[in-house]
């Protein structure tokens, strides 16, 4: 571990002392977890949006994968976390706020986002507040769009009848043993609509 890994993981810690709930883990995420969370994203996603980001694991993962800073926003809840990211990172867009307001924000000049990437601790939130960071999520995306998220749990840590309610269904991609706590990703996305299942042939119309 380097010196910049140990000085995250020291922050991570004293934001984890000042407030368990929110931070919800002791330590930041291994780069195992980093690169199975990104591995779906590319230069070509367009624009990114990370929530909790906390010390950045996913951040430099994103930055690594060829997401120009300019198409990356991140939304931190953690005053301590976003200052610091704001200076690391000063042309990406760093938002101090909770992400289930995220559709009050315009972002990239309004161009919809490629996929959201999300290290925020949902088994610990509310049903109510974790349906409010999906819509958000979901209202910033282009209807093809992806929302990765990670557990430590045993199952999508998006209780199925969010899922329903807002027309999403996830799939699990993933899986490792090297992060510490072992963790899974799952990729939410709108169900395709019975229309664009069946869509007609333009030439036959
Ligand atoms: C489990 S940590 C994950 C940090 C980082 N993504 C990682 O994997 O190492 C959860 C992060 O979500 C942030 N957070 C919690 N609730 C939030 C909210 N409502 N809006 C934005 N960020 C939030 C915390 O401050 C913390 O940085």
Not at 12 to 34: H, Q, Y
Request: charged fraction near 20%.
């Amino acid at each position: 571990m380097n010196y910049q890994h140990r000085s995250e993981a020291f922050s991570f810690f004293r934001a984890w002392v000042k407030d368990p709930w929110r931070v919800a883990a002791i330590s930041p995420s291994g780069p195992a977890l980093a690169n199975l969370m990104t591995s779906g994203i590319s230069a070509d996603t367009g624009p990114v949006i990370e929530l909790g980001p906390g010390t950045g694991a996913f951040t430099r993962a994103l930055l690594e994968r060829g997401v120009r800073q300019s198409d990356l926003a991140l939304v931190e809840f953690g005053s301590e976390f976003a200052t610091a990211l704001h200076h690391r990172y000063p042309r990406v867009r760093t938002l101090w706020m909770d992400a289930a307001r995220l559709h009050t924000v315009r972002l990239f000049d309004g161009r919809p986002a490629g996929a959201v990437v999300s290290g925020l601790p949902l088994l610990s939130m509310p049903a109510r507040k974790v349906a409010a960071i999906l819509n958000s999520s979901f209202r910033k995306m282009d209807p093809g769009g992806s929302f990765y998220q990670f557990t430590y749990g045993m199952g999508c840590p998006v209780p199925r009848r969010i899922l329903d309610h807002l027309g999403l269904q996830a799939v699990r991609t993933g899986g490792t043993l090297s992060n510490l706590p072992p963790a899974s990703v799952y990729r939410i996305q709108r169900k395709p609509t019975p229309f664009s299942q069946s869509r007609p042939d333009t030439e036959t119309l």
